[in-house]
C-alpha cells in the first residue's frame, strides 16, 4: 500500500509511463525513494531507456544516500527529557557536539522569532532539505 501511494507522489509524465508499461512500477518506487531531484532525474532515464532494473534503482539510491544508507542513532537521556540524533554514518563526539551547537543558535533564533515549537520544527526540517539539495 504505502509502495502504490509513493508512485502517486511522482510527476504525471512518469505515471503515465508506468501506465504505458515503459517503466516497472517496482523500479519507479525505488527511483521514488531517491532523496535529490538530479538523481531521480537519471535513474528515470536510464529506466526509460531499458538500462535499469529495480535491484540497480535499489543498489544506486542506496549508494547515493549519505553515509551509504547506513543509518546511526544515538538516544541521550537528560533528566525528564530524551533527545535523539539519527544521522546517515557514524557519529563522533565532536558530530553531537556540533549537531547541539547548531541546534542551540537556530532555538535562540527562533526565539528571536516567536516561534512554538512546531513552527520550530518545520523550519528545521525545511532547512535539513534545502541543505541535502
Known amino acids: 500500500m504505502t ?26 518506487y525505488a527511483i521514488a525513494r531517491a532523496s535529490e531531484e538530479q538523481t531521480k532525474q537519471k535513474l528515470l532515464e536510464a529506466a526509460r531507456n531499458g538500462q535499469l532494473s529495480r535491484d540497480d534503482a535499489s543498489e544506486a539510491v542506496r549508494k547515493r544516500a549519505p553515509g551509504g544508507g547506513k543509518a546511526c542513532k544515538i ?14 554514518g557514524r557519529l ?21 522569532q516567536g516561534l512554538d515549537v ?14 541535502s539539495v
Open 3 to 28: 509502495q502504490c501511494l509513493s508512485l502517486l507522489k511522482l510527476e504525471a509524465d512518469v505515471q503515465q509511463e508506468l501506465n504505458d508499461g515503459r517503466i516497472a512500477a517496482s523500479t519507479a
Open 75 to 88: 538516544a541521550c537521556r537528560l533528566p525528564g527529557k530524551l533527545v535523539t540524533t539519527t544521522c546517515q
Open 92 to 112: 563522533t563526539l565532536q558530530d553531537i557536539e556540533g549537531i547541539c551547537q547548531q541546534l542551540l543558535r537556530e532555538s535562540r533564533r527562533a526565539i528571536k
Open 118 to 131: 512546531s513552527t520550530f520544527e518545520r523550519v528545521l526540517a525545511d532547512l535539513s532539505r534545502q541543505a
